[in-house]
């Protein structure tokens, strides 16, 4: 069974900044199967990138995606307030343990 | 657009059955190409898959969950559910029924239902 790693647990940005976000496999995985998720407070998760590094219909083009084998990244180019969240990389069946992005 | 939504008591007491049921608009359960899930996540934690269904009623389980779980399908009515038995305190969970591309496609979930919250309680 494949387990998922996320890094940091915690991420302190300023608005305006850039945040990476770490997902790392235990073991080498298809990159076509790796997908991003970001979600709010009292929300459901919203499928952000697939296929490691392709953005869902409607994300906006300052959330990207890139990794292959075992180290994949979410990167957010420049922070808007919306984009405070909780972040999940996930894998067939496995979710990671998120990524908090908090305002610093 | 395609949209879900959970539908099921919110409040259970230990030994019941939890049962749930996801419908689906703006598109057809019996699209081939997509299975449709279900995934949970305890409050303040992560999220832990339970399982899924393709509309000819194919299953496939958690396999921490299989012997506790039933997915079924209605493709009458654009509908699929989730039964849970002998619920613990530990199954409290917000539960959310999602879309699943299939393998070709990459094997993401969108989209998801808003989510509904059960407490397991005595």
């Known amino acids: 069974e494949i387990v998922l790693t996320q890094s940091p647990g915690t991420l302190s940005v300023s608005p305006g900044e850039r945040a990476t976000l770490s997902c790392r496999a235990s073991q080498s995985v298809n990159s076509d199967y790796l997908a991003w998720y970001q979600q709010k407070p009292g929300q459901a998760p919203r499928l952000l990138i697939y296929g490691a590094s392709s953005r869902a219909t409607g994300i906006p083009d300052r959330f990207s995606g890139r990794g292959s084998g075992t180290d994949f990244t979410l990167t957010i180019s420049r922070l808007e307030p919306e984009d405070f969240a909780v972040y999940y990389c996930?894998?067939?069946?496995?979710f990671g343990p998120g990524t908090k992005v908090d305002i610093e | 657009q395609l949209q879900l939504q959970e539908s099921g008591p919110g409040l259970m007491k230990p030994s019941e059955t939890l049962s749930l049921t996801c419908t689906v608009s703006g598109g057809f359960i019996s699209s081939s190409s997509y299975y449709w899930g279900w995934i949970r996540q305890p409050p303040g934690k992560g999220l832990e898959w339970i399982g899924m269904?393709?509309?000819?009623?194919?299953?496939y389980y958690n396999p921490s969950l299989k012997s506790r779980v039933t997915i079924s399908v209605e493709t009458s009515k654009n509908q699929f559910s989730l039964k849970l038995s002998s619920v613990t305190a530990a199954d409290t969970a917000v539960y959310y029924c999602?879309?699943?591309?299939?393998?070709?496609?990459?094997?993401?979930?969108?989209?998801w239902g808003q989510g509904t919250l059960v407490t397991v309680s005595s």
């Open positions: 269904i393709y509309y000819d009623g194919t299953t």
């Open positions: 999602a879309r699943r591309s299939s393998e070709s496609e990459g094997n993401w979930f969108d989209p």
């Open positions: 996930q894998q067939y069946d496995t």
